[in-house]
């Protein structure tokens, strides 16, 4: 059954660059979803977050 996880990007500032909600199976898998959408945005180098639906952080880089 899928979940829905939450991948954010911010700005130094604090400012939000993405904030977008995709479906996963497990953690696993949207950590890898979450990768993959960070290097098609070219946001791999921004600081991002990606949770879970429990809040559980999946990714994180400053």
């Given amino acids: 059954m899928s979940r829905v996880y939450k991948l954010t990007v911010f700005e130094p500032s604090g400012e939000k660059l993405l904030d977008e909600s995709f479906e996963a199976d497990n953690d696993e898998q949207a950590k890898e979803q979450g990768s993959l959408l960070l290097q098609e945005k070219n946001f ?19």
């Fill in 44 to 62: 791999e180098e921004h600081t991002h977050r990606c949770t879970s639906p429990a809040g559980k952080l999946i990714l994180f880089h400053r």
